[in-house]
């Protein structure tokens, strides 16, 4: 087992005795900003991120695209945070199991919690636990290589239908990735396993969902234009849908975002053909449809066979705002997959006031608060939060640097007044001790670079960017030795 002290010892060589001991809960985007942040203001500081995954970086490895290898250029960035000489990285240590809450807050006088969300909404609809129906992360972990759906293996060979339900950015790049041709992702950091899978794929059609119009997808325009970009995909849109009533015109009025969007899609409407020819692969665009019901043909095969849907009109309910309605009208579409997309949801641990409705810590500009009134008296001492876990699941990678920002410019505030404790805190050799004791393998940053340099030599002999490791045994073995 990797022994941390030793590694320890080297670390800590050049700091002061009494460094502000600073605790981040995440590595992701949120996690890193905020370090960065923290390293370059407080020069007292001392920064550990802990992680529960052996690999850093969060929804940049594990969420973004492989086909968007721009998106991860971030990744070295943050990789010289953690060279930072006053910041250390912990993976495979899991808050709650590994390391509890009120244990971190004994260590440091600083916890930022910024973990993210790593589960799902549900629909909450009969049928929803059929096999072959699965939530967009879950695939998007899948084909990312991230460890806990590495045997997910979702079955594309029988059936020629996937739907999926939302038609945000996250539904935008699962379409993407089952309909773009599988050369175009050989060269790219796709898991080895999805890549076979792909490769062998029976899907034909996909039909991206949504409740309301095309002026309230929720898209990008540069994500929807690379979808409508794919060579040789049949594009079917109705344009009958695209019709703008006078709401609609209002909400479009002051959202450039939105009316690119809908110039994008009505384009496409209007210049595509009227029918796909024999073997072309299609994107369905299906607007003003709720989800009623999984169906399962026989009740008894288990598996989904389609999906009813209660058609919707969507009626204003405050200005620049419209939700869908039912209409009471009803109706199938057959499909042998389907791909839930409508948000991931954040996972309270114990310890943490939790919204369950919002999904989020209950929070005062990063401050995490005890109940909703946000008074002085209410305010965790010394604990905050960042990213996903503060603001819900919304926004790009750049949106948590302004979020960070925002934590951090609070938790120098009550530095300065003085509302931190002031007493010396174990911080890192504490946390060390404490792991050490319960046997966790840690997972430094060295041993993420022994990760680091094996996939990509993997990768390149694959002609690949990198080929992901992407099991638990895999990841910890080489990365604690």
């Not at 969420?63 to 070295?76: L, R």
């Not at 996909?206 to 995909?233: M, N, S």
């Not at 609609?248 to 450039?256: C, I, P, W």
């Not at 030599?457 to 080489?478: A, H, I, Q, V, Y």
Request: glycine share 8%; charged share 25%; aromatic share 6%.
């Amino acid at each position: 087992m990797y022994q941390a002290r030793t590694w320890l010892s080297r670390s800590i060589s050049n700091l002061s005795s009494h460094p502000l001991r600073v605790c981040v809960v995440g590595s992701g985007p949120a996690g890193f900003y905020t370090a960065e942040k923290m390293l370059k203001v407080h020069q007292e500081a001392e920064v550990d991120i802990i992680d529960r995954l052996p690999t850093p970086f969060g929804l940049v490895r594990s969420g973004v695209a492989p086909d968007h290898p721009e998106t991860k250029i971030v990744i070295n960035q943050f990789s010289r945070v953690m060279q930072h000489e006053r910041c250390s990285f912990f993976g495979n240590v899991t808050l709650g199991s590994s390391v509890s809450l009120p244990e971190l807050r004994e260590l440091y006088h600083v916890v930022v919690l910024a973990y993210g969300a790593e589960s799902d909404r549900a629909l909450g609809i009969p049928g929803e636990d059929l096999l072959g129906v699965h939530s967009a992360r879950e695939f998007v972990w899948w084909y990312n290589g991230h460890p806990d759906c590495n045997s997910l293996n979702p079955d594309l060979k029988s059936t020629d239908t996937a739907v999926i339900l939302g038609q945000g950015n996250v539904a935008l790049d699962v379409a993407r990735i089952l309909l773009r041709p599988t050369a175009e992702l050989a060269s790219t950091d796709i898991a080895f396993h999805a890549l076979t899978a792909l490769e062998q794929s029976s899907i034909r059609k996909v039909y991206l969902v949504g409740r309301r119009g095309p002026v309230q997808a929720a898209c990008t325009a540069k994500e929807l234009r690379e979808i409508l970009g794919i060579k040789d995909l049949y594009i079917h849109i109705k344009e009958l849908d695209l019709v703008k009533s006078p709401e609609d015109e209002e909400e479009l009025k002051n959202n450039r975002i939105k009316r690119r969007v809908h110039e994008l899609l009505s384009k496409a409407a209007a210049s595509g053909p009227s029918r796909p020819s024999s073997g072309q692969r299609e994107l369905h665009f299906v607007f003003f449809r709720k989800p009623e019901r999984f169906l399962d043909s026989d009740g008894k095969s288990g598996h989904v066979t389609g999906v009813q849907f209660e058609k919707t009109v969507v009626k204003g309910v405050g200005p620049g705002k419209q939700v869908a309605v039912g209409t009471g009208d009803y109706e199938d579409l057959d499909c042998g997959m389907v791909l839930k997309s409508i948000g991931y949801k954040s996972v309270p641990v114990d310890g943490v006031p939790f919204d369950h409705q919002k999904g989020v810590v209950p929070n005062t500009s990063g401050r995490v608060v005890s109940d909703a009134s946000g008074d002085e008296t209410s305010v965790e001492r010394g604990l905050y939060v960042c990213g996903w876990l503060k603001r819900g699941p919304t926004g790009i990678i750049a949106t948590n640097l302004y979020c960070a920002e925002e934590t951090v410019a609070s938790m120098s505030e009550d530095i300065r007044e003085g509302k931190l404790e002031a007493m010396p805190k174990a911080g890192r050799e504490g946390l060390v001790e404490v792991l050490d004791n319960r046997n966790i393998r840690i997972v430094p940053y060295s041993g993420w670079e022994k990760i680091d340099s094996a996939e990509r030599k993997l990768g390149s002999l694959r002609f690949k960017t990198r080929e992901k490791w992407t099991s638990w045994e895999d990841l910890l073995n080489p990365a604690t030795e």
